[in-house]
């Protein structure tokens, strides 16, 4: 988790797409940090391994199995969480991704429709759930997971992808504005292209090499890089920041 000391005793951390990535090591890092745990996600083997890696090191993981497209199954998911836990402190809307690199004129309907609703539509479901039981609380902390192809034009990435994750941008703005009276930030983080199980498979070595080469750091960015943004956002020391899209690119977008 690096050395900055962050302390989230107490509290109860939710984080979706938590399997692999981004999501497993916030996961692990509020865990870590002190905080209980929950894994949501619909890879059902690698995330209950995410859990118990977590239990195995001292700390409190619990996974459930959510679907963030369906409003069923995240109704429930959430509703299992309050009455396990008593409360929610953080929610990391962090499922997401695409996994073809496609055109406008490549993109398919269903394409078009699946990457939305895994992006946008889940982030919503997931807020929407969770925002009574932190008004009631009058705390909490909501963080969305954008990134820079909801900023600027990308070349062969997925059209749906950088729109879901500008309406990501637009939303936590909203979201901010709605909720800021309630003691509750409302913010977003804008990775560039990192080293997740997902980009090392959608992109080949040559293209993170080349697009790595792009930023005055010489890299691509690494999941530790941005689960340190992460921590933070959900810290006390964020609690006058909020409505905001951080932007962790090594500084290849100056947005």
């Not at 797409?17 to 940090?33: D, K, L, S, W």
């Not at 402190?89 to 609703?117: H, R, Y």
Request: proline share 3%.
């Amino acid at each position: 988790m690096g050395m900055t000391k962050f302390d989230f005793s107490g509290q109860v951390a939710v984080v979706t797409g938590a399997a692999v990535g981004i999501g497993r090591g916030a996961a692990e890092a509020f865990t870590e940090a002190g905080a209980r745990t929950y894994l949501l996600d619909i890879d059902d083997e690698k995330t209950e391994k995410a859990a118990e890696a977590i239990r195995a090191a001292g700390g409190e993981a619990t996974f459930f199995h959510c679907d963030i497209t369906d409003s069923k199954s995240v109704r429930e998911t959430f509703d299992r969480i309050v009455s396990e836990a008593g409360r929610i402190d953080i929610l990391l809307n962090n499922a997401g991704g695409f996994t073809s690199q496609l055109t406008v004129a490549e993109t398919t309907e269903e394409e078009w429709d699946a990457v939305i609703d895994r992006n946008l539509k889940g982030l919503f479901l997931c807020s929407r759930a969770a925002i009574p039981t932190l008004m009631k609380q009058k705390s909490g902390r909501i963080i969305n997971m954008g990134s820079a192809a909801g900023q600027v034009s990308m070349t062969r990435s997925s059209p749906p992808y950088s729109a879901a994750k500008a309406g990501v941008h637009a939303m936590t703005r909203v979201m901010a504005n709605e909720l800021g009276g309630h003691n509750i930030t409302v913010n977003a983080i804008a990775p560039g292209t990192t080293a997740t199980d997902r980009v090392i498979a959608l992109r080949s070595p040559e293209q993170r090499k080349q697009i790595g080469a792009m930023s005055p750091l010489g890299r691509i960015g690494e999941v530790e890089d941005m689960v340190g943004w992460i921590l933070f956002l959900a810290s006390p020391e964020a609690g006058y920041y909020t409505g905001q899209t951080v932007s962790v690119n090594g500084g290849r977008h100056a947005v």
